[in-house]
């Protein structure tokens, strides 16, 4: 899974993905558009992470903020 896949998973701008795992805009606009690569360590734990999350705000608000997200867009 690339960085921006987790990203859109979440349903997440850069500004917000980067506030909540403490990863500097310019580095996800760097990995994003391939004039950097993601080390694979962070590949990987940073994927555990997003997985977690996502499994959680399921479990918390049952797909609330991506209907509620999806709405705003429209």
């Known amino acids: 899974m690339t960085v921006r896949e987790m990203r859109e998973l979440l ?3 850069r500004a917000a993905f ?3 795992y ?4 310019r580095t996800l606009e760097d990995w994003e558009a ?3 690569k993601c080390p694979d360590y962070v ?3 940073l994927e555990r992470c997003v997985k977690e999350d996502k499994k ?3 479990a918390l608000f049952g797909g609330f903020l991506e209907w509620y997200n ?3 867009t429209k």
């Open 70 to 72: 999806n709405k705003k």
């Open 56 to 58: 959680a705000e399921q």
């Open 34 to 36: 391939g004039r950097r």
């Open 11 to 13: 349903g997440l701008s």
């Open 22 to 25: 403490k990863i500097p805009v």
């Open 18 to 20: 980067s506030r909540i």
């Open 43 to 45: 590949l990987y734990l």
